[in-house]
């Protein structure tokens, strides 16, 4: 009996001291394995009168019971220690440099927005958008082209099937199609918001049109500014200024040339000089200086009266001027890339080359195009 009682403590201490589930197993067999001392205790059991059995059996069976509990629960501590090894072998590192692990890049579009708004944010421009499926009222009626006026097929416009009923009280049935310009975002703005008003509007249009600067979905972004007094030198100012801040030199030219737009009044087109560097065209100087050239970067104007009264202001007391860059076009002139249709075709080898880290924030003061 105090051999029994003796053997099971040593195997509860050995149990408790197992370091690895191995020593545990064996350990198990020693004991409870089918020629372990307390299976071959209990074996005995049987060959014994019944007044001997009654006196040895409790101690056998008891001590059965608490090695059998001991070995589970030190198997269920070693597996518990087990799981927790391996979670911290595995854990990932976040302090690791990010840059160090495999990233993605942001479009250069994409970049060159978030410039946009920084640079215009500064100017006290807030950030509007619009639909890009809308309907013939805003893209052409309400910016003074009316069904009949010639600028509409020069927009190569895709049109849906469908059309649509005027949803703001007007009378008559409206095409749907896909916005060719962001100018509608103008009439939304000024409708929702009244005046005085300062904003930019950066987005997708479509037009039906492609070739090495043109592509069917493109993207441009719009200038609005509406109050008291306001004039042609202020549009130019603003351009020049703008362009100062988002090719970061002080020696940027801009052209007015005399245009056409059914929904300004003057109108003017938008060049900037450059010149030819190794095949590549740097902005910068004059035009007409040796060695320049100009080259168109939108449309831009005086709001016409017309759609100053569309849009629900009284041009005998408001005037404003807007502008339609785009920006496909300066993301090009900024960083080099000479085939707009590049942008949309996914290439991930492109994106390598000419996109952005997603840590190079564009701000002012750290230079709103510094490059990973
Ligand atoms: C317009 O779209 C006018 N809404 C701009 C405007 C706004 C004028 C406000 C006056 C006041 P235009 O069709 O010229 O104008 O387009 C403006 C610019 O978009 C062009 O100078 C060019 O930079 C760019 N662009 C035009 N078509 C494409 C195209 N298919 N692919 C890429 N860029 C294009």
Same mark, same amino acid.
């Given at each position: 009996m105090t051999d029994i009682t003796s053997q099971t403590k040593a195997a509860l201490s050995a149990i408790a001291a197992a370091e690895s589930l191995e020593a545990l197993e064996t350990l198990r067999l020693e004991t409870l394995g089918k020629k372990g001392w307390v299976s071959l205790a209990l074996k005995t059991l049987g060959g014994m009168s019944s007044e001997e059995r009654t006196a040895a059996a409790p101690a056998i069976q008891s001590s059965r019971a608490s090695i059998a509990d001991a070995l589970e629960s030190r198997k269920a501590a070693l597996e518990a220690a087990a799981l927790d090894a391996q979670l911290a072998r595995e854990t990932i590192d976040l302090t690791l440099p990010a840059m160090a692990a495999p990233r993605g890049s942001v479009h250069p579009v994409s970049q060159v927005m978030d410039e946009l708004a920084e640079i215009f944010a500064d100017l006290g421009f807030s950030v509007a958008t619009g639909p890009e499926i809308e309907d013939d009222w805003h893209n052409f009626t309400a910016l003074n082209?009316?069904?009949? +006026?010639?600028a509409r097929a020069m927009h190569d416009t895709f049109y849906f099937p469908d059309k649509t009923d005027?949803?703001?009280?007007?009378s008559g049935e409206r095409e749907i199609l896909l916005?060719?310009?962001?100018?509608?975002v103008q009439i939304r703005s000024m409708l929702a918001q009244g005046a005085p008003i300062r904003l930019i509007a950066p987005g997708r249009v479509y037009r039906s049109d492609s070739d090495a600067t043109h592509t069917p979905m493109f993207h441009q972004v719009e200038g609005l500014v509406v109050g008291?007094?306001? +004039?042609?030198g202020h549009l130019k100012w603003t351009l020049e200024t703008f362009f100062k801040a988002f090719f970061e030199r002080e020696d940027i030219s801009l052209r007015l040339r005399p245009s056409y737009f059914p929904f300004t009044e003057p109108s003017v087109e938008v060049d900037v000089g450059y010149s030819n560097q190794g095949g590549r065209r740097v902005v910068g100087g004059h035009g007409d200086a040796p060695g320049h050239a100009w080259m168109e970067l939108g449309g831009s104007g005086m709001i016409n009266t017309r759609v100053l009264e569309f849009a629900g202001l009284d041009p005998a007391e408001y005037q404003g001027f807007a502008f339609g860059l785009g920006i496909d076009r300066i993301a090009m002139l900024k960083y080099?890339?000479?085939?707009?249709r590049a942008f949309f075709d996914g290439d991930g080898r492109w994106l390598a080359h000419y996109g952005f880290s997603p840590f190079d924030q564009p701000t002012l003061s750290a230079g709103v195009g510094a490059r990973a």
């Open positions: 082209m009316d069904e009949t +006026h010639p005027a949803s703001d009280g007007k916005r060719t310009h962001t100018s509608p008291k007094d306001i +004039h042609l080099g890339m000479n085939d707009l």
